[in-house]
C-alpha cells in the first residue's frame, strides 16, 4: 500500500479549522486534524512545504516509521508548529489503518476500558449570578463535571468569559486584542465564586477551573489552599510549565488537584511534572501533542505515577480531533475526563461525525476509523479568515501570560 496524495483544507465554519487528508494507492484515505489557533497557516506550510513531499510513496501502514521520520528525522524537533503537523499525519494513518482493518479506532488501541466518557463542559458569566445560571444551564443539561469561569469584579474581561452574550472564542481579532489583568482582583474573588457555586449546587457537581497560566507558584499555592473546601475536580495551568520545577512549591501548599498540559507537544514538556507527581491531569491531546502514537506513551508513562488523563477540548480542535479523542479515552485505562466545547451547527456543518453525546458522556461510533470526515465542497464555502488569540497586561501596563 502507498500512499500517493496528501491535501491540506483550510476552513473557517464559525472558526478556522485546518484539515489533513492522506490518499493511498487502494483508494482508502485517513483524516487528521492540523489546527493550531492563531498560527493555522504555519501548520498548512509546515505540512504542504515539508511533510507532503516526504510522505509520497510511503506505506501507510507503517505509522511508527513515519512517526519516527517526521520526529527524528526533522532535527528541528519539538515545537507546536511541527508536532501539530506531525499528529495531523498520525492520526490519518490511524485513521486508515484502522478502515483497512475494517475496526472502530479504538479496537486497534486494546478495546474499551468503559462503557462511556465523562466529559465537563464549559460554564462563565460576567458575574457570579450569570455564571451560577451558567452552572445549573449544565447541570440541566446532564454534565456531571463542570468548568467554572466568571468576570473578576474591577476588570472589563477576562479569559474564558464570553463577551455580550456571543459564544466563547479566544481567537477574537485579525490582530491579538489586549485584555487588562490584575491577580490581586482575581484570588481575592475567586474563593467567593466557588463558594456561591456550591452553596448553590452542593457537593455532588464536579468543578474545575482553568487559571490560564496567571500566577505565580506561590499565588497558585494560594489558591489551591483556599480553594480546598470547594473540592474541585482540578485547578488547570496554574502557572506557565516551562519551569517544571514550579509545580512543586504548589504541590506542597495544597492537596486541590493540579491539570496542565494542553500548550504541551512532547511528552518532555511533562516528564518531571508526572514522574515527581506534581499534577494529577496531564492535559495534552492529539492534535498538538503527536497524535496518538505519542499520546499513548505519554499516558502510559503518566500511569505509572497515578496522573491522569483529561484532554484538552475546546473548540479550536476540530471535530477530527474531538473523534480520534473518543476512541482514545474510550481505550485509555488511565483516563480522568475529556473537555467538551460544544461546536456549533456551522462548525459541525462541514464534518461527519458518528460520536454520541448524552447528557454529559460520549461514546465513540463503531465505524471503522475514527469515524470523522470533511465535507471538502462544503469547506469551500468558508474561507480562512486570520484570527489570533489576544495578549494580556497587567493594569501597569507589563506584558502577561494571557
Ligand atoms: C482553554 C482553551 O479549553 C481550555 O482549557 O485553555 O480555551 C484555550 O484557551 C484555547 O484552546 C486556546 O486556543
Ligand atoms: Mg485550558
Not at 14 to 27: A, C, H, P, Y
Not at 123 to 138: H, N, R
Not at 332 to 339: K, M, R, S, T
Request: with cysteine; glycine share 8%; charged share 25%.
Amino acid at each position: 500500500m502507498k500512499i500517493i496524495d496528501a491535501k491540506v483544507i483550510v476552513c473557517s465554519p464559525g472558526r478556522n479549522f485546518v484539515t489533513l487528508k492522506v490518499m493511498t494507492d487502494e483508494g482508502v484515505y485517513g483524516v487528521g486534524d492540523a489546527t493550531l489557533n492563531g498560527r493555522e497557516l504555519s501548520v498548512v506550510s509546515y505540512l504542504e512545504d515539508h511533510i507532503i513531499p516526504v510522505l509520497i510513496g510511503k506505506d501507510p501502514q507503517r505509522i511508527e516509521d513515519i512517526w519516527q521520520f517526521l520526529y527524528r528525522g526533522a532535527y528541528w524537533r519539538r515545537g507546536p508548529v511541527g508536532m501539530t503537523a506531525l499528529a495531523a499525519v498520525d492520526i490519518a494513518l490511524w485513521d486508515i489503518k484502522a478502515k483497512i482493518a475494517n475496526l472502530p479506532l479504538y479496537q486497534l488501541l486494546g478495546g474499551r476500558s468503559r462503557d462511556r466518557i465523562m466529559t465537563y463542559t464549559h460554564a462563565d458569566g460576567v458575574c457570579i449570578e450569570s455564571t451560577l445560571d451558567a452552572v445549573g444551564k449544565a447541570i440541566d443539561a446532564g454534565y456531571q463535571a463542570v468548568r467554572v469561569q466568571s468576570g473578576i469584579p474591577g476588570l472589563a474581561s477576562t479569559y474564558g468569559v464570553a463577551k455580550d452574550g456571543r459564544k466563547y472564542e479566544p481567537a477574537d481579532a485579525d490582530l491579538p486584542s489586549e485584555s487588562v489583568w490584575s491577580t490581586h482582583k482575581y484570588l481575592n474573588f475567586m474563593p467567593k465564586l466557588f463558594d456561591a457555586v456550591r452553596s448553590q449546587y452542593g457537593d455532588d457537581i464536579h468543578l474545575l477551573h482553568d487559571v490560564h497560566h496567571r500566577l505565580t507558584p506561590i499565588e497558585a499555592a494560594r489558591l489551591g489552599k483556599e480553594l480546598e473546601p470547594y473540592h474541585l475536580f482540578w485547578m488547570e495551568d496554574a502557572v506557565v510549565a516551562e519551569n517544571q520545577e514550579s509545580f512543586r512549591l504548589i504541590r506542597e501548599h495544597t492537596t486541590t488537584p493540579l491539570a496542565v498540559g494542553e500548550v504541551f507537544n512532547s511528552i518532555h514538556d511533562c516528564r518531571s511534572l508526572i514522574q515527581e507527581q506534581y499534577i494529577d491531569y496531564i492535559r495534552s491531546t492529539l492534535v498538538h501533542a503527536g497524535g496518538i502514537t505519542q499520546m499513548r506513551r505519554l499516558a502510559d508513562f503518566a500511569s505509572l505515577y497515578h496522573v491522569k488523563t483529561g484532554f484538552h477540548g475546546a473548540t479550536d480542535l476540530s471535530p477530527v480531533c474531538m473523534g480520534a479523542a473518543m476512541h482514545f479515552d474510550y481505550w485509555v485505562p488511565n483516563f480522568g475526563i475529556q473537555e467538551h466545547m460544544p461546536y456549533t451547527r456551522e462548525m459541525e456543518s462541514v464534518f461527519s461525525f458518528d460520536y454520541k453525546f448524552e447528557r454529559g458522556f460520549f461514546t465513540p461510533g463503531e465505524s471503522a476509523g475514527h469515524g470523522v470526515d470533511i465535507d471538502e465542497s462544503l469547506a469551500k464555502k468558508y474561507p480562512y479568515k486570520r484570527a489570533m488569540l489576544p495578549v494580556n497586561r497587567l493594569e501597569d501596563g507589563t506584558l502577561w501570560n494571557w
